[in-house]
């Protein structure tokens, strides 16, 4: 059934997706925000969870755009790691047509609480992969010593990604931060663009199938979120630049354990 968009619903909707898109680029679980928006405005699960993914896939666009100076050598680790968000997204996405809600919401507040404990100790991982590198001779900044886990991981990641999303962030910070040796700021700008690449990969895919979604694709509350996320992708990612690194950890933490709270909760 159509949802009348009215003005309030209209205002409703927007104001989700900038904060959507904001927190997106600066920790991630903006779709805990947006996507139960969208359902209650009148839209079902469905619908809502393809307009969300369309929609907030500008906004990371937008993130990622804004934080070109924190990508700035970076390049051939998102090459690497792009393919892997992609293909995960793409089977995420499939799954939707697969399976029940039911089996990733019991799944969800665990991977997330992952994510929020590797997120926490990340610095002592760090330290151990700075000591390890040292003895090898092996740069310091480089990841290719945790390649296929780090893909792997990646590619699951982008499962759940593809799939639904929230938390997404919080896994991908989780994961990059406990393998690769960077700066937070940077690894935060790597997880955008992957992040990116799976709302992208799954929102083409939901264009593509939308019939087979249980009806077409509700383009009036994408277009809504997608307009409003671009703005908070680029207020976000100011934002993360000047935040330092204990807070910004901090700050992941908070949210993560949120998140799995509230899905715990939820059931």
């Known amino acids: 059934m159509p949802v009348d968009l009215t003005l309030a619903r209209v205002a409703a909707i927007a ?44 906004g990371s666009a937008s993130a ?64 151990r992969l700075r000591a390890r590198r040292a003895t090898a001779d092996l740069p310091l900044s480089g990841d290719e010593h945790h390649g296929l886990a780090l893909r792997a991981a990646v590619f699951a990641t982008g499962v759940y ?8 962030g919080v896994i991908l910070m989780g994961v990059l ?12 700008a790597t997880k955008n663009v992957l992040a990116g690449f799976a709302n992208g990969t799954a929102a083409t895919i939901f264009i593509v199938r939308g019939a087979g979604f249980g009806g077409s694709v509700p383009w009036a509350a994408a277009g809504i979120v997608a307009a409003s996320s671009i703005l908070g992708g680029q207020l976000g990612a100011r934002v993360s630049r000047r935040i330092p690194a204990r807070m910004l950890r901090a700050l992941i933490i908070m949210v993560g354990l949120t998140v799995s709270i509230r899905m715990i909760l939820a059931f």
């Open 64 to 127: 990622a755009t804004a934080q070109r100076r924190e990508l700035v050598g970076q390049s051939r680790r998102v090459k690497r790691l792009a393919p892997f968000s992609i293909a995960g997204a793409g089977l995420g996405a499939s799954l939707v047509l697969l399976l029940s809600p039911k089996v990733f919401q019991r799944v969800v507040p665990f991977l997330v609480l992952v994510g929020v404990v590797l997120v926490a100790v990340q610095p002592k991982l760090q330290a």
């Open 161 to 168: 990604g593809g799939y639904f999303g929230a938390g997404q």
């Open 15 to 58: 104001g989700a997706g900038c904060a959507a898109g904001c927190i997106n680029a600066i920790v991630g679980s903006g779709t805990l925000i947006s996507f139960p928006t969208l359902v209650a405005v009148g839209f079902d699960k469905i619908p809502a969870n393809i307009a969300n993914t369309i929609g907030l896939t500008p």
């Open 177 to 188: 931060g406990s393998m690769i040796d960077d700066a937070l700021p940077r690894l935060n």
